[in-house]
């Protein structure tokens, strides 16, 4: 794990298949030499080992999450809400449930334009993470693609209070202000989108790793 911290998959890598060689039934180890072959987008591998990790954990909330996230990635959206769907499940069961599993279901479902159902996952996401905003932008965004302008904005705001140097936010809300005739905003926010946008490309690369569940 310091390994990882300090975006070493390199040398990571050998200690978790060492590991992983020395006790095969544990699937922490095959989750996590998972997670590094999705972050190197080697996604048959990830998928391999990830079906390995349900078998020896059908429990594993992480698991159904990544697995997910490489069908979304392949654009396979069907197969990624199907693991996402369990991941939910599973994650409404855990003693302090993550917002992550129903953020990514959301992603996919507007992939599908499943517009009101990524609406409520991502509501009951906001209950989960009050504090997460990608969780508020990605409500930003179903609203928005609903049409629902003016409640869209809201959790942008809130998205852009929680994380200020969040660029993306800054963008949808430009454009939402161009359609609700707000000249100075429509210009001020895509400005702050580049600003931000340039400073993130200055910042040290973030940890390679999936989002923290």
């Not at 298949?17 to 039934?25: D, G, I, N, Y």
């Not at 996919?108 to 009050?130: F, T």
């Not at 609903?146 to 800054?170: C, I, K, M």
Request: charged share 30%.
């Amino acid at each position: 794990m310091a390994y990882i911290e300090l975006r070493r998959r390199d040398w990571a890598r050998p200690e978790l298949e060492k590991l992983a060689a020395a006790e095969p039934r544990n699937s922490l180890y095959t989750y996590w030499l998972a997670r590094l072959d999705y972050d190197a987008q080697n996604d048959a591998s990830a998928i391999a080992r990830l079906q390995e990790v349900i078998e020896l954990d059908p429990d594993m909330v992480r698991a159904y999450d990544t697995l997910g996230l490489c069908f979304d990635y392949l654009g396979k959206f069907e197969e990624a809400i199907k693991n996402y769907d369990r991941a939910v499940q599973l994650n409404r069961l855990q003693p302090k449930p993550s917002p992550w599993p129903h953020v990514d279901l959301a992603i996919s479902l507007m992939a599908l334009n499943r517009l009101p159902d990524a609406e409520k996952s991502l509501r009951e996401a906001i209950e989960y993470g009050p504090k997460l905003p990608q969780a508020y932008y990605q409500l930003g965004r179903a609203l928005e693609m609903q049409g629902r302008y003016e409640e869209a904005v809201p959790p942008l705001n809130q998205a852009t209070t929680l994380d200020p140097s969040y660029p993306e936010p800054h963008y949808l809300l430009g454009r939402i202000y161009h359609r609700l005739g707000d000249n100075s905003l429509s210009k001020a926010e895509p400005d702050r989108f580049q600003e931000l946008k340039k400073a993130s490309e200055l910042q040290p690369l973030p940890n390679p790793s999936l989002p923290p569940r």
